[in-house]
């Protein structure tokens, strides 16, 4: 079935360093969403991303899109503590599965 | 406020007492998922649900009964619980499932199988 591989799995930062998170897929994506899940707590929603080449941002955050809709990034600039938390990428198949990325869990040292 | 609520949030029980984990939300939502969150493999999807009455497996089902006789409520049974399905356990749901629909999650179930 369809994968969506997500790297790296820890990511630890100093305070004011950017970071990155990747998912790649073998297979075309027709869209894909980006969520974030602080420690304790549940995923909530933060972006989708559907057309080729899209670009999105959110104050400190970029998300893209590839060119060839098999992978996306989300890049985060001049971390802070508050970014703390573990980040998924997550595939809507058209048949109603919700595939989720293995997810990069971020820890920002201040 | 628009939720989705699950109960119980925590739970210790033994091999083979059946149990459900309740799942309600307000917000009219078609969609309907469980999903297990288990260290090092992200979210996985047990069960979804596209309308009242229609409900599908997903990646890791076996063990698990969904049913969905109410568009606002989506329990999950576990018959005969084993310790490898202690996890944390996420219901959620969206408008409908489409490509464009964002998840609304719930705080959580942890669910501990001695």
Same mark, same amino acid.
């Given at each position: 079935?369809?994968?969506?591989?997500?790297?790296?799995?820890?990511?630890?930062?100093?305070?004011?360093?950017?970071?990155?998170?990747?998912?790649?897929?073998?297979?075309?994506?027709?869209?894909?969403?980006?969520?974030?899940?602080?420690?304790?707590?549940?995923?909530?929603?933060?972006?989708?991303?559907?057309?080729?080449?899209?670009?999105?941002?959110?104050?400190?955050?970029?998300?893209?899109?590839?060119?060839?809709?098999?992978?996306?990034?989300?890049?985060?600039?001049?971390?802070?503590?508050?970014?703390?938390?573990?980040?998924?990428?997550?595939?809507?198949?058209?048949?109603?599965?919700?595939?989720?990325?293995?997810?990069?869990?971020?820890?920002?040292?201040? | 406020?628009?939720?989705?609520?699950?109960?119980?949030?925590?739970?210790?029980?033994?091999?083979?007492?059946?149990?459900?984990?309740?799942?309600?939300?307000?917000?009219?939502?078609?969609?309907?998922?469980?999903?297990?969150?288990?260290?090092?493999?992200?979210?996985?999807? =047990?069960?979804? *649900?596209?309308?009242?009455?229609? !409900?599908?497996?997903?990646?890791?089902?076996?063990?698990?009964?969904? @049913? #969905?006789?109410?568009?606002?409520?989506?329990?999950? =049974?576990?018959? *005969?619980?084993?310790?490898?399905? !202690?996890?944390?356990?996420?219901?959620?749901?969206?408008?409908?499932? @489409? #490509?464009?629909?964002?998840?609304?999650?719930?705080?959580?179930?942890?669910?501990?199988?001695?």
């Amino acid at each position: 079935g369809q994968q969506v591989m997500q790297i790296p799995q820890y990511q630890h930062v100093q305070e004011g360093e950017d970071f990155t998170t990747y998912c790649n897929s073998s297979t075309t994506l027709s869209n894909i969403q980006w969520y974030k899940q602080r420690p304790g707590g549940h995923p909530v929603f933060l972006i989708q991303l559907v057309k080729s080449g899209e670009v999105k941002k959110q104050k400190r955050l970029t998300f893209q899109f590839g060119e060839a809709k098999k992978n996306s990034s989300l890049h985060i600039t001049a971390t802070q503590t508050t970014d703390v938390g573990t980040y998924f990428c997550a595939l809507a198949s058209n048949t109603g599965k919700l595939i989720f990325g293995q997810g990069t869990t971020l820890q920002v040292k201040p | 406020e628009a939720q989705v609520t699950q109960n119980p949030r925590y739970l210790i029980t033994v091999t083979g007492k059946k149990l459900t984990v309740t799942c309600s939300q307000n917000m009219n939502h078609e969609y309907m998922s469980w999903y297990r969150q288990d260290p090092g493999l992200g979210l996985r999807q =047990i069960y979804y *649900s596209m309308n009242v009455e229609v !409900t599908d497996k997903g990646d890791v089902p076996e063990g698990y009964k969904v @049913s #969905r006789k109410e568009k606002r409520n989506f329990p999950l =049974i576990l018959e *005969s619980p084993s310790p490898n399905q !202690t996890s944390l356990y996420f219901c959620a749901s969206s408008l409908r499932q @489409s #490509r464009n629909q964002p998840q609304h999650f719930g705080d959580g179930t942890r669910l501990s199988i001695l």
